[in-house]
């Protein structure tokens, strides 16, 4: 049975992963490290994943929490925050692998610094063959809030939040928000707490077929847009936080639909987005995302 307060809380969502879990939480009997309890939320999956997750449960490897039907992975993940009792807690998707050494090094990383209240460690994203798909570009990381803004590279992995933290902050359950969720909530956390980051690869995203967020849409990216920019103007604290920063955030939104419009060979869609991210912040033609995203959209380039 894992210690009644571990140094660490991981909360695992899930629905309908009965045949990838059981992977990512073998990943957990392999770690160097083990003074953590593992959570699994389960949305009313109608796979066997009771079956799979019982022999972990009989064990006192992992708590199982189901609701009575899919609510989503925000209210998932607040689920398992208001239900941990770890110093720090980290979150994991159902179908995502730690690496060995992850909480050992995490481990290591705040004995050293033992005021860090939010922290990070680097990931890869592999295919299922265990190769790497894509290689993270992670920003440096900057007072201003600008490495953020331009895009959601935490997305919701390998991030820990001290128990202060993550007993003070809930994710937006706001069904519009589904599929940026994770986003909102380090714009909003790190607005409060300082980003302290572990250089090393110590886990991975695993791309495959089934993932969630291969199904996200170009409206759902634009409504979800205008509903972040709505909400951080309206709260007086994050507007004053960002400042001019919040109009590149928008402008950002606009740049990542285009990525998705030049994916869906919508070159003229892609056109259109990138012009409006120019009228709201005309600094972001000079930005890496930008000018590829435009080199595509012009010459109909075909990604793979």
């Known amino acids: 049975m894992a210690n009644q307060f571990p140094v660490f809380s991981i909360i695992i969502p899930t629905y309908n992963r009965a045949h990838l879990i059981e992977k990512t939480l073998k990943c957990l009997e392999e770690q160097t490290f083990q003074d953590f309890e593992t959570i699994v939320v389960d949305n009313c ?20 929490i189901q609701h009575d039907k899919n609510y989503e992975r925000a209210k998932s993940r607040n689920t398992g925050l208001e239900n941990a009792h770890g110093k720090y807690a980290t979150l994991l998707d159902s179908d995502d692998v730690l690496f060995p050494l992850f909480f050992e ?14 922290f990070h460690s680097l990931y890869n994203i592999l295919d ?17 809030m600008s490495h953020l803004v331009e895009g959601n590279y935490l997305s919701c992995h390998a991030v820990f939040l001290e128990r202060e933290v993550y007993q ?6 706001n069904p519009e928000l589904t599929g940026h969720e994770d986003y909102e909530f380090w714009l909003r956390v790190l607005a409060h707490y300082p980003l302290q980051r572990l250089p090393e690869y110590n886990s991975a995203m ?18 979800q847009r205008a509903y972040v920019i709505d ?16 109009n590149r ?6 740049v990542y639909a285009a ?7 919508l070159y003229s869609k892609a056109l259109w987005c990138l012009k409006q991210a120019v009228k709201i912040d005309i600094s972001i033609l000079f930005t890496k995302r930008f000018i590829r995203s435009l080199q595509i959209a012009l010459f109909k380039e075909k990604i793979k």
């Open 45 to 64: 999956s109608t796979d066997n994943i009771k079956d799979v997750i019982a022999p972990f449960v009989k064990a006192g490897k992992v708590r199982f």
């Open 105 to 118: 090094r995490a481990n290591d990383f705040i004995s050293k610094n033992i005021t860090v209240k939010v």
């Open 128 to 144: 299922e063959n265990g190769d790497v798909y894509y290689k993270i570009q992670f920003p440096e990381i900057t007072s201003d």
């Open 168 to 173: 003070a902050f809930r994710f937006d359950t």
């Open 206 to 223: 695993i791309e495959h077929k089934g993932r969630s967020f291969s199904g996200f849409t170009i409206d759902q990216t634009l409504k």
């Open 231 to 246: 909400k951080f103007s309206k709260d007086v604290f994050l507007k004053n936080r960002y400042g001019k920063q919040l």
């Open 249 to 254: 955030l928008n402008a950002s939104f606009f």
């Open 259 to 265: 990525v998705q419009c030049n994916l869906g060979g």
